[in-house]
């Protein structure tokens, strides 16, 4: 049985280490990606900074936030103010394509594969980028989706419409590429119209994010779909010389895809896993001869890699 404790893995030089990832991908029977929050920050999408800056400047001067990301768990004192914060939060981080082409990059260097992806982004990157979404399984949600938050049913809604209408009514221009434009001298505002607030349609309770937080995320039939498709991959290469690929996962949820590769690493010997993250390279010390570390940033790796 392997070790959750795990190491730092010492590796060959830069481009030792990525010769080996590209054979063992050439040789590879499959490829199962595995990608959390740091594979979206390769991409341009960060939650702080510049781009936090410039979209919620109003936010920020008004309550001092910090970051995109905890602003999103303010208790706003009205339903308006927080689907004014929220909708420009779905908006950058869901209809909005990434500024880099991390995503696009992977695709390049998997799409000939048989090839899976197990991710808790749920920013939909992956098929703005091409892949197919019967290969996908977002396992924490979607921002392009509202709930019940009750929940009194298990359905999602697509909510790019009510989204869009939302920035809107907030007295931005959408842009053809997609950017938020403000009008000369106008100020955004920072509520939206009592009927653009979306309630249930069978409760009548306020909708919510369709974004795991806690026991209310609902599981809808695309979920259990998708959860049913990564099984099946795992059984039909079951000893197979597979290759795991992490991006970009952090320590928040190893539970979801680290400690599941570590585990399906070390019952096959014929797999690799390769662990690429630019902040920490964490790999089980029972796998250490079956793996690959890469403490770079995950999209000049992906380039070097194509």
Not at 66 to 94: C, Q
Not at 156 to 172: F, H, L, P, S
């Amino acid at each position: 049985m392997y070790s959750k404790t795990a190491i730092t893995k010492p590796t060959d030089s830069y481009w030792d280490t990525i010769e080996k990832i590209k054979t063992e991908l050439n040789y590879a029977d499959a490829v199962l990606i595995g990608a959390g929050a740091g594979l979206s920050a390769s991409a341009g999408f960060t939650y702080s900074g510049k781009r936090f800056e410039e979209n919620f400047h109003d936010f920020i001067k008004k309550y001092g936030f910090k970051d995109m990301y905890s602003a999103g768990f303010y208790p706003y004192k009205t339903l308006e103010e927080h689907w004014a914060y929220w909708s420009r939060y779905v908006f950058i981080n869901r209809y909005q394509d990434a500024p880099e082409s991390t995503y696009q990059d992977l695709f390049k260097l998997v799409k000939n594969k048989d090839y899976f992806v197990l991710t808790t982004n749920v920013d939909h990157c992956f098929q703005k980028a091409g892949f197919d979404r019967k290969r996908l399984f977002y396992t924490q949600g979607d921002y392009g989706l509202f709930q019940c938050s009750i929940p009194c049913h298990q359905n999602t809604y697509d909510n790019e419409i009510v989204i869009r209408k939302m920035i809107e009514a907030q007295g931005y221009v959408i842009d053809t590429d997609g950017t938020l434009l403000l009008p000369e001298h106008v100020s955004p505002k920072m509520a939206v119209p009592s009927d653009l607030v979306p309630y249930c349609p069978k409760c009548k309770e306020p909708m919510g994010m369709n974004l795991r937080a806690d026991h209310t995320f609902v599981e809808d039939s695309g979920w259990h779909k998708a959860a049913e498709r990564y099984e099946d991959f795992i059984r039909r290469h079951k000893g197979q010389r597979i290759l795991y690929l992490e991006l970009g996962v952090g320590g928040n949820t190893p539970g979801i895809i680290k400690y599941p590769f570590w585990q399906m690493t070390y019952e096959n010997r014929n797999a690799i896993y390769v662990c690429i993250n630019l902040s920490e390279v964490c790999i089980s010390a029972e796998i250490t001869e079956q793996s690959v570390g890469v403490s770079h940033d995950i999209g000049e790796v992906l380039k070097q890699l194509i």
